[in-house]
């Protein structure tokens, strides 16, 4: 429970931006697949908030590809790149 509250503190506090204030995506060939296929469902905030290895992000494209997310697998392959590229995390 602790870590919910603290996972929960961290993610509001760490937003400065207004919530109307347009997310800048730094440019590169899979910033139009994750403007695309990310925004259809989700805040781009959310996006460029969270920071994951390469494996956590292929992880989590799997898995918004199981909830209906239409991607192929190479605009997979090309907005993994670019999420591990620009928000990536070592490890």
Do not use: F
Request: net charge negative.
């Amino acid at each position: 429970m602790i870590g919910v509250a603290l996972a929960c503190g961290l993610t509001t506090a760490g937003a400065s931006a207004p919530a109307d204030a347009p997310v800048n995506l730094p440019p590169d060939p899979g910033k139009a697949v994750v403007t695309k296929t990310c925004q259809s469902c989700h805040d781009l905030d959310m996006v460029t908030e969270a920071r994951h290895t390469a494996p956590e992000w292929t992880s989590v494209i799997q898995r918004m590809r199981a909830n209906g997310a239409e991607l192929s697998d190479d605009e997979a392959k090309q907005a993994q790149a670019y999420l591990v590229k620009v928000y990536g995390k070592s490890g």
